[in-house]
């Protein structure tokens, strides 16, 4: 089975790979990635794995291997104190229980950039430090985490988990991708963990397609469906499930691209929350990572009938991200200050387009934000993993 799967991983991730590389003048990303990551190898190479198993989290209902977060805009009503939590969209509680999705983010960053420095380097210390973090989480029965997200994102007082929670464990979709790139390589240490790690992306892709959460979160409008079909896209191609990725692939086109895009590029469910320049930067980059896994640079090309497509959005964006006093709408209530990023729809639209600007602007853009809510709505962040 492992082999079979191993074939069919490599099919599917093979053509965008070879795509970008017979681009003419296509820029070294190789070269960028060396200079910007193995200035990082120490703090890599010594963080000890930390799994929420070591996390308390005492308002959770679960066990302490039962992931659990707390919702972001939520907060105690001054109209009721002590009861049920009450809604602020864009307003992000600092009280809220973060535990557990910090250590998923930091799971998140850590494996992706350790396997893109074995790729650069071929030294087996990167590899080994990811397997000891691949095996906490995913295989050692006293840390791994369960596969599942029953109690993500839960309102105080209203419920104990919600459907929109499972866009947290967008965090590991580069988890995904490493695994992916140790299995094709043979990954030294890997074969003697690849079973369980495998075993549990199949449990929570399980999870993800079949449990009432996964489903609801699959059918949600906006960028929540979007990290629901990257998630199900990356973790399906983990394990050669081509059945997946072809329902991913039409949904990509039938729903997500109709509904979400406009057919001059705006992004209006995006653009209608408080946080218009973020949400509409994190979603492109959750779609234009979608396509290229999917379909590389010809689903980022693709059209609808009327004009549609994740190139138009990325378009409109980009006089945007390269200069945000340009921006037509009011200011992000939060954070504006710390987008935009390095965001990888200009990496990705600029080799399907042969965009140069966009990728001189992706090259021009910081890589590494540290502040905490910058980092959990950049989640694509080792582009050697995708390319």
Known sequence: MIARRALLTAAMLAAPTAWARSRPGAFDVRAIERRRLLPQAKALLTAEPRTIAA???????????????EGDYWWPDPANPGGPYVRRDGRSNPDKFDGHRDALIAFGRAVPALAAMWELTGEAHFADAAMHHLRAWFVDPKTRMN???????????????????????????????????????????????????????AAYLDWLTTSPFGIEERDEKNNHGTCWLLQAASFAALLGRGDIIADARTRLQTTIIPTQIAPDGRQPLELARTKPFAYSLFNLDVLAASAWLLGGGKLIDWRTSDGRSIGGAI??????????????????????????????????????????????????????PVIGEVVRNFPVRQPLLWL
Do not use: C
């Not at 996390?55 to 977060?69: E, H, K, L, M, T």
């Not at 954070?335 to 080799?351: A, E, N, T």
């Open 55 to 69: 996390i308390p989290a005492p308002r959770s209902p679960a066990g302490p291997q039962d992931y659990y977060s």
């Open 147 to 201: 596969p599942d997200l029953d109690h993500a994102q839960a309102i105080i007082g209203v419920n104990s988990g919600r459907a929109i929670g499972v866009i947290d464990t967008l965090q590991i979709v580069e988890v995904a991708r490493a695994a992916a790139l140790f299995a094709r390589r043979k990954a030294p240490g890997y074969a003697a963990i690849r079973a369980g790690v495998e075993d549990w992306f």
């Open 315 to 368: 378009a409109w964006m980009a006089p945007y991200i390269a200069d945000k006093a340009k921006w037509p709408l009011a200011p992000d209530v939060e954070y504006w200050d710390g987008f935009p990023v390095r965001q990888p729809s200009l990496l990705f639209g600029g080799l399907a387009q042969g965009r140069d600007e966009w990728l001189a602007l992706w090259q021009r853009l910081n890589p590494d």
